[in-house]
């Protein structure tokens, strides 16, 4: 009886860990997703695009791209937002951050990227579980901490809603531009500044 | 006249810094009623919380305001300065990195930040980071004599000591200093009253300016000439290790000054917490 409830344990446990990040892996699943996209980098045979898909197919599932959408815009920009506009900000915000991201990345193709830490932390107000992975960008002169948040959904996957690069986390500082934006120009003006951008950018 | 500029940015900083805490104390009480108020009519949306849920106040928490009377003229020199980087110091870093090979660059580079010791290791001491500045000796000492002048990093490789960037206006910080206004400086770039108080102690304390010769003998340079040529080498080179990452910010930017605004202030605020 008891061997069929480990049993029982075991398979639960692989049938999920299939399906979502745990916690024990993000290190090194971490580790290997960042070698992946450096080596991709350096391939010289693409193109900046060609590499920056093969990239995004590597970090797409590790990314929460809605809830970093949503924390940038803010609830209430969000509530009054029509259903459309929602469609069209959450597409727009997740190619501008790719972009981002990708060219960041790109920057650096001779550096080396290090998975220093992971430290677990509580949310103050529901004590909720947050994890940060610390990495490093060394460069031949300086190097730069870059770091990884995770929090865990509802399907218990631990996914990053921000990232921190060199002390500046990519989630406030698009709040703030947001914020801005949206104090001199309507929502739908903002979407289609983002779209521009995108499109210079892309 | 020099003296004059320095009491008046004290007096700015300090009535600066007053209302700034001011500012801060009132906006804590109202925040909160409004999220109670508003989250008591949506904990039915079940999606809509869980995607927000504790980060930045539910979505509910507001942009401060950033106080900051030179807003205007902060502009215009974000513009100088980014043309002086597009059309000057860009080229020149470029050029500067085609003739040198990456490897002689990043030893310039290292050699520069080994004459900077005295700044790192004071500072250190200053805010009671002992294992830090023993460390910053460490590296100086052989760096110095095994790495060639500090051309090398050998305290690095071989022992793992690690540089500890610190300088005055993260010791200001550090003792609990608020960072005033923002002033966006020719030439230098972003910074704020308490950096700027920062740099005044900074370029006292480097021996690569010569503010202060007549009482820190280990100056390197005799006149503000050599002290400026010395000083643009070393953001030049700098510059040339650092190609594209301008331009990558750059592109991140929606309005180009608050957005360098926002930027150094949150990346200040990390290097004081370290």
């Keep these: 009886m008891k061997d069929i409830f480990k049993v029982l344990l075991l398979t639960l446990f692989s049938i999920s860990s299939l399906f979502a990040l745990q916690k024990d892996e993000i290190k090194t699943v971490m580790s290997k997703k960042i070698d992946a996209s450096i080596s991709i980098i350096k391939k010289e045979n693409l193109t900046s695009k060609q590499k920056g898909q093969e990239i995004i197919k590597i970090i797409d599932e590790v990314f929460d791209y809605r809830k970093m959408a949503l924390i940038s815009l803010g609830r209430n920009a969000w509530v009054s937002a029509t259903t459309e506009q929602k469609k069209r900000y959450l597409k727009a915000f997740e190619i501008n951050l790719k972009n981002s991201y990708i060219d960041k990345l790109g920057l650096y193709t001779d550096q080396k990227v290090k998975v220093v830490d992971i430290e677990s932390t509580f949310t103050q107000k529901s004590n909720v579980e947050r994890i940060k992975l610390i990495t490093e960008l060394i460069g031949q002169s300086e190097s730069y901490k870059v770091n990884y948040l995770f929090y865990q959904n509802r399907n218990k996957e631990w996914l990053i809603y921000d990232i921190d690069l060199a002390g500046t986390s990519v989630i406030a500082t698009a709040r703030k531009q947001y914020a801005g934006l949206l104090k001199q120009k309507s929502l739908e003006e903002m979407i289609s500044e983002i779209e521009a951008k995108n499109n210079i950018n892309g | 006249m020099k003296n004059l500029f ?222 400026l040529a010395i000083r643009a080498t070393s953001v030049v080179n700098g510059t040339s290790l650092r190609l594209g990452l301008y331009e990558s910010l750059k592109k991140d930017a929606f309005d180009l000054y608050p957005y360098f605004r926002d930027l150094y202030n949150q990346r200040r605020n990390t290097l004081i917490k370290e």
């Design chain 2, 6 to 227: 320095f009491v008046l940015i004290v007096v700015f900083g300090f009535t600066a810094c007053s209302s700034k805490n001011n500012i801060n104390k009132q906006t804590p009480s109202t925040l909160e009623k409004k999220v109670e108020t508003k989250t008591s009519k949506e904990t039915s949306d079940d999606e809509f919380n869980e995607d927000f849920g504790d980060d930045f106040d539910g979505g509910y928490a507001k942009v401060e305001e950033v106080f900051d009377p030179l807003s205007g003229y902060n502009r215009i020199m974000t513009t100088f300065n980014d043309k002086v980087f597009i059309y000057a110091l860009n080229p020149t870093a470029k050029g500067y990195a085609y003739v040198l090979p990456k490897t002689v660059r990043s030893g310039i580079s290292n050699f520069f930040d080994n004459l900077m010791f005295p700044l790192r290791f004071v500072n250190n001491v200053l805010q009671f980071k002992f294992q830090n500045s023993a460390e910053e000796l460490g590296r100086f000492l052989i760096n110095t004599t095994f790495g060639l002048a500090g051309f090398m990093d050998p305290a690095k490789t071989e022992f793992g000591w690690e540089q500890h960037d610190e300088d005055f206006g993260q010791t200001l910080g550090f003792y609990g200093v608020g960072e005033g206004f923002h002033v966006v400086l020719p030439f230098l770039g972003p910074s704020n009253l308490r950096d700027m108080v920062g740099l005044v102690a900074d370029s006292y304390t480097s021996p690569l300016s010569n503010t202060g010769s007549s009482d820190l003998r280990y100056k390197i340079p005799d006149t503000q000439t050599q002290s």
